[in-house]
Structure formats: structure tokens, C-alpha cells
């Protein structure tokens, strides 16, 4: 029998599109994107933004480690942390890295050891110690990479791809719905079918409605206000705004975490080091 201390999210790295490390963000956290899951004693992680390196500190000592990896994509921000992931220098270490947006056009695998190529890398995937097994899927699959787990998909609006996931487990779900853009007016009918009734959504929050309409429609990021209209269609009882703007500095993430609390009472802002239970 699972309670709600079996299945936890922890964030450790709420940024969007490039770090922005300083005083001015300190309290939410610089940090691209990365997100701890854990299923019981099963670890599942949600990208490999430059706050995977924090989140692979604290992994060293719990070696031998057996964890999958969710990519929605595999745009910089979203992968830069993976070269400084300790847990992949420990040979005693398992680990399984899905990617559901190439359509057949390439596989993970390649994509990483070319990102991880000289001259932008000096070393390639292969001086990595621990199994490494890579897994490429179609987007809109259910994936099982556990007993009693279930990771649904679902294909977003994104260049060059993207994919959402929906993780159950215990009864309860996490959806990550990260890096897509919406159209104004018309409710993205995967995001809506994926998050319908879930426990918690992280949506890509990026901008606000006004800074999308004046300066970033075609850019591939969605608005806090587009989260709060799906999440209350899908019925969803807890947003979380993630993927926030690098140019969004604490205090203006302070007002749209006040304007979001009005709008829809109970979301939250993702907060690095912030630990949810569905």
C-alpha cells in the first residue's frame, strides 16, 4: 500500500532556456531544468538541466543507483547537466534515458554523443562507467519502466519536438508538461487529455500572456495564464509554474506567484529545492 510520502516531486532547477545564477534570482533558484520523482523506492528523473549536478551529488551515496531518465527534448538547457552527473562515473550504477520527440529521424543516442563531441565536449558518452541504455519511443506511448509505474505521453508544440509525460503511480499523478506553446483560443487537446484529473501539472509557465502576444508567439513556450485556463478544464488540483523566463528576476516571480494565487488558489511557483506530494 503506497501513502503520499511514497510518491514525491523535488525541483532542482525551475529555469527556463539558459542559467541565470545571482542575488536576484537566489530564492527561486538560476537553475534549467531538472526534477527529481520519486515512486516508492524507484527514482525517476525529469530532464538534465544544469540542476541534474546538485541532484547527482546527493545521489553518489546512495550507490548502486537504478533510475530512468525522461527527456522531453533534447534543447541545451535541457540535457547541459548530463556531462556533470556523477552517478554516471559509478560503474555499480543502472541507468535508462527515454527520448519520445525524434520520429524516427535520429535516436537519443546519437544525439548525445554528438552534443557530447569535440570541440564543444572533450569527452564522449562512452567515458561514462554506469549502464547506460537508451530508449527511444513514440510520442503518445505508455511507457512501464517499473512495477506499479505508468508514464503516459503525449506529443507538445515545440521546435523541433517535445514531448509531456504523466506519471502514475499509487493512484496519484505528476504531469510534466514543459517547453510547448499553446494557441490563443484553442486548448491544446494533448495537454488537456494528459493532465485530466491529474494530482499535480508542472506547465511551461515562460512568460505572461501580454509578453507572449508582444514578442515570443512562434518561440515554443506557453503563458501561467494558458496553465491556469487547461488546468481548470482538465479538473486539475494542483498547478505548478515552471520554465520561468531568465529575465524574470524573485520579485517579479513574487508577482505572478501572487497574481497566479488569485486566479487559481492552491498553484505554486517551482521553487528550487520545493518537495510536492501528489
Known sequence: M??????????WGVRGSIAAPGPATARYGGNTSSIEVRCGKRLIMLDAGTGMRYLGNQLVAEAPVDSDILFTHTHFDHVCGLPFFKPFFQAQNSFRL?????????TLQRVLREFMMAPLFPVPPEVFKARM?????????TLAPAPG???????????????????????KSVCYVTDTEHVPGIPDRNV????????IVIYDCMYTDE??????????????????????SARVK???????????????????????????????LAREGMVLHP
Do not use: M
Open 133 to 141: 541504455e537508451y530508449r527511444d519511443f513514440s510520442g503518445g506511448d
Open 238 to 268: 494542483r498547478l505548478v509554474v515552471f520554465h520561468h523566463d531568465p529575465d524574470h528576476d524573485d520579485d517579479r516571480l513574487d508577482a505572478i506567484a501572487r497574481e497566479v494565487e488569485a486566479a487559481l488558489p492552491g498553484a505554486v
Open 98 to 106: 527515454w527520448a519520445g520527440h525524434f520520429g524516427g529521424a535520429t
Open 211 to 232: 509578453e507572449y502576444a508582444r514578442a515570443y508567439v512562434g518561440w515554443g513556450h506557453s503563458t501561467w495564464q494558458e496553465a491556469v485556463r487547461l488546468c481548470k
Open 2 to 11: 503506497t501513502t503520499g510520502a511514497d510518491f514525491l516531486v523535488r525541483f
Open 149 to 171: 509505474i505508468a508514464v503516459r505521453t503525449a506529443v507538445l508544440n515545440h521546435p523541433d519536438g517535445a514531448t509531456g509525460y504523466r506519471i502514475e503511480y499509487g493512484g
Open 192 to 199: 488537456l487529455a494528459l493532465i485530466e484529473g491529474a494530482d
